[in-house]
């Protein structure tokens, strides 16, 4: 947020807001993580269990979530970003594609490649995540 009032003045359409704050968002983000070493887990947050389910729906939710991290983890860095971006953070494609400063068109076609992969991924074993992506095995 200090960068983007820092930059506000760069600004040019408000009605770009959000697209121009994630924009700035993902640069942090990429920065930050550049600098770790490549292999660095991002998702550390752990699921709270809701009150009132029964330890069996718990650990099975956790599994089914576990799961669907690994998969969106699979995913090559580009169809990564626009899964969250359009189905995570609920930009539309032209907002993350001002966000990730792409083409709506490549928006589009990683988006649908990300979730025909997901699909594939999901509806497999989970060993399928690392036939999508080898490096997925050694935890890059």
């Known amino acids: ?3 983007g009032l820092k930059a506000v ?3 040019k359409d408000e009605s ?3 697209a121009w704050l994630f ?3 993902h640069n942090c983000w990429r920065d930050h993580f550049r600098l770790q070493h490549p292999s660095a887990d991002i ?3 752990m699921e709270l269990p809701a009150p009132g389910k029964t330890p069996e729906e718990v650990r099975a939710e956790s599994e089914l979530i576990g799961r669907v991290r690994r998969a969106v983890a699979a995913l090559p860095m580009g169809q990564r970003q626009v899964v969250s971006l359009v189905d995570l953070e609920e930009l539309s494609y032209t907002e993350a594609a001002e966000a990730l400063a792409i ?3 490549t928006v589009m076609s990683r988006l649908c490649r990300a979730r025909q992969a997901l699909r ?3 509806q497999d074993t989970p060993a399928s995540v690392h036939r999508l992506n080898p490096k997925a095995r050694n935890g890059q």
């Open 1 to 3: 947020m200090i960068k």
């Open 23 to 25: 924009r700035i968002l």
């Open 103 to 105: 083409p709506i068109g």
């Open 120 to 122: 594939v991924l999901l």
């Open 16 to 18: 770009v807001l959000e």
């Open 9 to 11: 003045h760069q600004l």
């Open 43 to 45: 998702e550390h947050a």
